[in-house]
């Protein structure tokens, strides 16, 4: 044990990594709770004031340290993870250098907060050490007002690139890509390369390959650095290089280059504009950003809550926040209420159909959603041609005829035992079996047809679906019980 | 136009991968298609026989000499989107050396479809030119006796190799990791590593490190390629090399992995045994088809869909896949019928209790399912510390006050006009009041349950969730009903 704790000490093994943050955040929170239980007593200690504060300002010291020796993206993550108070007290322990590097790591929206009470000119000097795209990345989350004037307090080569960035639509290569990287010329040999590299001292963060141009700066190709190491040094860049290079152009969604990277296994690409020069790279890195922010935003977005919401922003805030789903939620389940409405009558005389109305509901619910998220997936995976579209609603239309008679069967049965009565069986497994099948045709159609109008699939589907499963779900079932029951 | 066209023929845009992939799935669905129908004409057109044998054949060699130049991925990808004539076909096109790395690319059930006619000496001729970290995984996914067939074939060393692999657990890090890695002692010079380089005359793929070991095989650091690129050739490894090194234990879990190479952009890392000997690499490649995996299963599993579903098995087969999560689901929707069924006699006096139940039990659904999207998220980024969680329990407590207090109101308000009775009215905001609160503690409480006794959150949380805020959302409204309104 005490073996792997050493170890620890120069080589960061993820578990004490994960150790050592949560540590520093359960001492944060606890010196956050003692700050506001003293301030509270305030009169009454003011004597003990002085002992108290040195003994604080003691633990503040070692505080700073600890995290001076952490990562920036596990600062971030503590920050991520503390309540305001104990956030403010953290972010004012970094050291004010390390600040943009830890700011970069941090969501939206705790960013921020982080940045709210600064001025302009201090953003500015924060973020000035950062790369152009890194500067693009923090101002674009800013305020508008706030980001253009951080932007007039840098200098003017950086300004003028981050204004490049920004001024690529969201979503888009040219506003994600890194605008450092190495090109050299395809008559160089590879000895002239590892001089030239040498000359800069430092690569890009991530440099795997060189980007190979001609005199125009058109791509004509890559060169790996194990190529540059394996290669003989007397032979022009010509010989190793790599023709058959994935790249992309500065207007292409990062979703593509998303699903490139994953497809053939990148580090990094490059970025070219219409003129087929490159103007910048994209990185593995980000990608791996990219599909994480992705998938951890999905589950969100399918109940509505498609800004990041951070973990301790105020109640109010919050439940704002979550209006919009449960106004529509509200809406739908008003017209499924009218449905049943117009049934009152029957219900009156067969009060039954009220208890075993919900269940038709709910099965159709949860049979199209299934439809859903298998369409919603494939839809992401690129998967869903015109030709295998028709096929997956034939087959999910089939599916739902098969459950559609076995559980029409089971509910049927059930419902013979508890009501003695074979008539509503009928009526309640037919039901079921039209609700099922209108479950597949919406849960199939309804995500395809907003991912065609551009709308997120993954937000709109599932509402859609239960709207339409508990409305004809209590239609088909309400109105079978009319014309048959009595 | 022409111009971008062109360059596709040298440089792959990734837009131009996309379309041939999507001309090609024409081409041999209609194919496939074409076939079906002269099959079933047969014996009308036995005389035209040769000569659409003629054309076929043709069309088969341009689809052959087409798929030749795809990556494999894109292959896998072409196989994927077919239904399963059409898939055999096209796996009958590709040729047989490259079959072995299309099959690495596919979904594991397309994979079994695709070997599932072979015999066990001939995917082991497909297999074997690949590495044995892919082996293993390609093994990993066969039926049990065809597996352990085709691992008999093996050469020795393979055997071995993979037989190591496929002995630790799934999901963790020396199930996954991958055996090919160059090591080199900190004594030497950057030279000699140059050189040791060269003579190998090739390095394991996306390799951007060298290992840095001392004489016991056990990790001291790490040499990045840019590092030996622009160092000093006269000096050792020991001066140029990085020794705060982020690296992985073979039990480690994979999840762990993914995080630590988001969170410290990591191109690659060192996997030790237990005595800290490097024994395998992480690459970033992995880690991106693991984090894309996970995301697109979890739709999917969030409706009782946990077995990968190829989007043309068998409707009866698919129909099957879903029955575990419609019985649970078929389950609680009677539950909550039983709940409606004890208040039949209130409801045959009050018929409008029948149309505004489902209102109640609904809004409740939707929001609580809000705060588990909330929590798993979460749990899923580790930001769920025991401080954090009360805090959060807190928070949705509140969040469902005020929402209940604010959609209350606007339910009751609607009741009024609709049905002009103003004690109803009080009775379904209250009932709203207490289904939200319920539903906000299940909310949270259900995920990090499940999560602590080791279940998968994504797949129970909603079944549970929902279940509780119908029953819980019929029994308060009509159960206040039954209490004050008669």
Redesign the interface.
Known sequence: MSETAD?SA??????H??QAR?QV??LL?RQAVERELLQRQGEVTRRQDVVSQLVERQHQAALETRLASF?P??IA?VL??L?PDARELAWSLVRSDRRGAVLL?TSDNVRRALVAHLPPEEIAALVAPLESDDIADLVGSLPDEVGQEVLQRLDNADQAEVRSMLSFPEGSVGATMDMEFVAVREDASLEAV?RL??R????P????QVFVVDRGNR?RGLLS??Q???GDPEEPVSVQMN???????TD?RMR??V???????L?SAPVVNLH?QVVGRIT??T???E??E???S???R????SEE?D??AP??K??KN??P??GI??I???V???V??AF?PI??VI?????????V???GG??G??S???V???L????L?P??LW??LE?EL??AG??GL??GV??GL?TIL?YHDVALAVVIAVALVLNLITASLVGVCAPVLLHRFGRDP?MGSSIILTATT?SMG?FYFLGLAALFLV
């Open positions: 170890n120069d080589r960061p093994h993820y578990r990594l994960e949560a955040i359960e929170s990562h993206a596990d993550f991520e993870s309540q790591e590892q590299l040498r800069r001292k430092t690569l963060p991530h440099t795997n791509l650095l194990s540059l190491i394996l023709r058959d290079v994935v790249y992309f152009f292409d593509d280059a699903d490139a990277f994953e497809r053939y296994d580090l087929d593995v890195d990608i791996v950003d599909i994480q992705r998938a951890s999905e589950g969100l399918q109940v509505g809550l919401e973990l301790f109640a109010l919050s439940a979550r209006w789903w449960l939620n509200l739908t389940a008003f499924s209420s009218r049943i409405g009152e219900i009156q009060v039954a159909l009220a208890a075993l109305m919900p269940i509901a709910s099965i949860n049979s959603n299934q859903v998220a298998l919603i997936r494939g992401a995976l690129n998967q041609g030709n295998q096929r997956m087959k089939r599916i098969i459950n076995l559980w089971i509910l059930a508890m993954v508990d209590f």
